[in-house]
């Protein structure tokens, strides 16, 4: 019996083995209309010049002054290390795989060792139950079994909802990693930027000073209104305000940069890199499926998934349910005689339970993962959705800030110009000094609109980038 027993121990393992629940499939999108390609495509004159590489979008380079800036690259290699909302994601992803560590035993047999010694006195209504004295040793060993069957799936269900979870948890992981590492590009940026817009401003403010320097004495020798003279003090006024608010914001992005390299919240300023120009145009058609490559939507999809999973578990708790049991070993009362063969004992048996009255604690579970499913697919596209909005709306303002920076490129070349005209008739004598930094001041504004909107276009192309699904790590 001891041979049947091992047999039927090693038989069962192997049954539960081989039924070991894997991931559950994705399945497609039934209730979403997709179109093949983007409804806010990229201007004419992108698409004319870039129409050749539409097929490998992946590796355009579109935004390869990210992925080459080595102090950027950099920045985001420490956040990815230390960033505190990583930590939790990465700690979520470890509950998730001890939790399916947790379920997916428990289609497997449980197995248990036991010993036990007892020692007993018993008084004088008792003593049949001992031999000739009243104390008595009575010492057990055994080794138990008990499995249930997993006949209709229902354990193999929570198992796949367990590791749809883990799935779901991993894909959430890795989307924080390409959303912290676009956060780091796009405060990066800004600081860049903010530190452009302080030299154009102080530029700026030197050439201010000079005008109103210029004009005071224009006002004090009576040549001169005092509400002009009044109009520009205040205008030079404005410029030092705005310098002390772009020095505070300043600040303030560097300390957002530092939280998200997971450091104290400090104001040290990075060395200064100008931005660059949008050399490499959006490729042409690009098409909506890319939006696979989103982790986000990955794990919202492994979230439904799992409601799936869910469901199907909840209705077979109907189903009646089937377990074994057996057990072998020995017992003595004595503790050197307690291996010995003739003190052997063994049972094997079979439980079958039907689940009959439950006080409709079956059909409200059922329900309830009825209505966890219907939040989960409507949560899916929703995701779906407004993923897509974030696509068309990039690709919109990537055609909306081409023909702005178009414009303003060209009034920029223009002040430029006059400047430079107003310059030269300044130093041959035949130009005034004010209409010379009238002009100046005037070129300095254009750059900083300049500034303003390459900035815009290159946030965008972040936006763009991450909504694609890609990422700078």
Known sequence: MHRLFTILLISAVAIALCGCATSVKQKAIETLE????????????????????????TDATWLDYFENNSQLQSLIQ????????????????????????????????????????????VNAATQALLSSEAIGNDYTATLGLRWEIDLWGSLRNQAQFSRAQLESSQANLKYAQMSIASQIAKTWLGIMHIQGQI???????????????????????????????????????????????LYNERDQLNRSLAVLLGEYPKSETLDYQPLPDLMDPIPAGIPSDLLLNRPDLMAIERQLAGSRVLLKSAKKQRLPKISLTGAMGNASPELNNLINSNNAFWNVGVNLAQPLINYGRINAYINASKAQLAEAEATYEKVILNAFMEVENALSNESYLQTIDKSNTQILRQTRDIASMNQTKYIEGNGAFLNYLSSKIASLQSQRQNLQIKYQQLQNRINLYLALGYSFI
Request: no cysteine.
């Open 34 to 57: 997709v179109p093949q390609n983007w409804q806010s495509e990229p201007s004419t004159d992108y698409s004319d010049t870039n129409q050749a590489r539409t097929d490998n979008f």
């Open 78 to 121: 420490e956040g990815i290390l230390s960033n505190k909302d990583l930590v939790i994601a990465s700690a979520r992803v470890d509950k998730a795989q001890a939790e399916l560590r947790t379920v997916q035993p428990n289609r497997l047999p449980t197995i248990d060792i036991n010993g036990q010694g007892n020692r007993q006195k």
């Open 199 to 245: 030299g154009l401003l102080e530029e700026h403010q030197t050439l201010k000073t000079l005008y109103l320097k210029s004009i005071e004495e224009r006002y004090r020798r009576g040549l001169i209104f005092a509400e002009l003279y009044l109009y520009e003090k205040n205008q030079t006024q404005a410029i030092y305000e705005s310098l002390n608010e």
